[in-house]
């Protein structure tokens, strides 16, 4: 079962990304923010998949996935964003850390399906 | 809705773009022709059905048939025919346009044209070869005037660039604006745009290597199905591809065509390659 963990500090977003994550049969973990999410992986190394915000509060999204990149997983998980930054500076400097996709807020579960089938989660 | 306007829009569709609305879609067509009466000046379906009988102008006749006909696309649909086009065809293809250096693509139902588009980029990333010295044509064509227009300006949403297309494809090919995002030249310059009824005839586009016919068929009955089938086959040579939409098949509808081996997407190849004998009945099995 694919294991995916959607960071967001809304929570309706989370609402929303956790009902359409579980029309894909995966199992979902949350996180308000990046400290919150790295604890996530602490305890479940083995996640997949991450949705990741960009602006949150303590930690957020880029630093997030900076800190993800340099840990010594078994297996680095697919990173796609979910944001409202839509531009390309945006998106080059989330790709260069490490990000594998990129989704622009809004979303709908159209795109989400998209996206996970373009990096092979689907 | 009065059950002879149902029938008299149903037949006028049929005629006109070989719209097979079948029975029961009368909330289809209120929802449709609801706006294009009103956009008329008109109050319903029943003045409408009256404007067709006693003035069936062109424009009057276009905005009905583009309202009726759906034009839901997106990019790389079902990914499969694009990989295959890029693997398994055109090593083939260039192999037996070696001397010529010349390869056209016909998209026979292009809509808003993220289709053409895509097959462009699959070419442009996956056949580098391509750019030296080859000549590749793409030609896309749709009976919707309107949406050839959407189509040739490359100007797409944000929801639409989400649709099939990875992030790096988006950066590499498209230019953000203020509308949304546009395909760049590069791209857009590989496809040309021609208004074509697939019920009228095609053979003046000339012959082609690969021709997408895909998401179209299923609005056409079943004569109708087999008439364009047939009609497209002579367009192919030998080597040529027919590319169907993922629940389509000519499988009992013509026998102009044969599965093509080896392919996962609905791929085929001519049974009577290139010699003007498409209709008649297969001799390979
Ligand atoms: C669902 S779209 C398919 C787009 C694309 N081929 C795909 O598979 O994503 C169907 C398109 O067929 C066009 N169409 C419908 N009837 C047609 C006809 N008789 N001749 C040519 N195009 C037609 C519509 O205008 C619409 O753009």
Redesign the pocket.
Known sequence: MVKMLLVDDSRTVRLVGRRIMDKFGFEVHEAEHGEDALKVIRDHPDIDAVLLDWNMPVMNGLDFLKALRSLPLPKQPTVMMCTTENDMDHIMLAMEAGANEYIMKPFTEDIVRDKLEVVGIL | MDPSDYEFLSNFLMKA???NLGEGKAYLLESRLIPVAQSLGLSGIEELVQAVKTMPTPQLKTSII?AM??????FF?DKKPFNELADLMMPKILEAKKLQRKIRIW??????G??PYSIAMQLKECIPELSAGWNVEIVA????NQ?LAKAKEGQYTQFEVQRGLSIQMLMKYFEKNDQGWQIKPEIRNCVTWKQ????DSFNHLGQFDVI?????LI??DTDRKKQILDRMAPQLPKHGYLVL?GAETVLGICDSFNRAKDYRAAVYNPAHAGIGLAGTASIRK
């Open positions: 773009s070989g719209l583009e006909t759906t034009n839901e696309t997106l649909r998209c026979a139902a292009s809509s808003s993220q289709e064509t749709d009976l919707d949406i074509l009824n697939l019920l997408f016919c895909r998401n179209v609005y056409f939409g």
